[in-house]
């Protein structure tokens, strides 16, 4: 079945460092990349999204690229700040199913 | 609008004892998913529906079930709770049309569900 593979599970990070998160996907007909942040107690919610025709997306401090071919996607945080201390969860989703499909999750902690 | 509500947010179940998870939405999305999230395990989706009517098994759909009667309300449904079934669950909505309305996946605020 679908399956998608998140590294690493914790990160740590000193603040203005960068962090990467890697998602790796089994669905060939998977076309859409949400990225999600979950803070403590509180339910996810979308920070960067990605599409297959798009091969990277960035917004402000926060950035995601694409490669179709390996069926990997990345989300990448410049100058992070404590407050970006939270779990990430990548997820693939496929127009033709509806179906999204949830990575493990990434907990980012960021060093003052 | 109010987005997606579950309730409850808080229940304690004795094993084999049933119970329904209410979820309702008012953005007329088609999209509805019920997830479980478990410390390590992420979420996993139990069933999910494109529409009123339509419904369908995700990842770990046993000891489950739904149904779509309206496009806004998808209720979960317990049928014997097991401890296994310990867990935080988050409803969510999204439109279905990828190419025009984006697909923004709004979640519930969860429902934490003890079984002893």
């Known amino acids: 079945g679908e399956n998608v593979e998140q590294h690493p599970s914790t990160l740590s990070v000193q603040e203005g460092d960068s962090a990467v998160i890697k998602c790796t996907y089994s669905?060939?007909?998977?076309?859409?990349f949400p990225w999600y942040k979950q803070e403590l107690g509180k339910r996810p919610q979308l920070i960067i999204d990605i599409r297959s025709n798009v091969g990277e997306k960035k917004d402000q401090r926060i950035a995601v690229t694409l490669n179709k071919t390996a069926k990997h996607f990345s989300l990448h945080i410049t100058e992070t700040q404590p407050e970006d201390s939270a779990v990430y969860f990548c997820?693939?989703?496929?127009?033709?199913?509806?179906?999204?499909?949830f990575g493990t999750g990434t907990r980012l902690k960021v060093l003052a | 609008n109010a987005g997606v509500t579950q309730t409850p947010k808080f229940q304690v179940l004795k094993t084999g004892q049933s119970m329904t998870l209410q979820c309702a939405q008012d953005m007329n999305h088609e999209y509805m998913s019920w997830y479980r999230q478990d410390p390590g395990m992420g979420l996993r989706l139990i069933h999910y529906s494109v529409g009123a009517g339509i419904t369908d098994q995700g990842e770990v759909p046993n000891g489950y079930n739904v149904s779509r009667s309206t496009t806004e309300d998808f209720p979960l449904r317990l049928l014997s709770a097991a401890p296994s079934q310990t867990s935080v669950y988050f409803c969510a909505s999204s439109f279905s049309n990828f190419r025009t309305t984006g697909n923004t996946i709004y979640f519930g605020e969860g429902s934490w569900l003890t079984v002893v």
């Open positions: 669905d060939s007909a998977s076309n859409y």
């Open positions: 997820a693939a989703g496929s127009s033709g199913t509806y179906k999204y499909i």
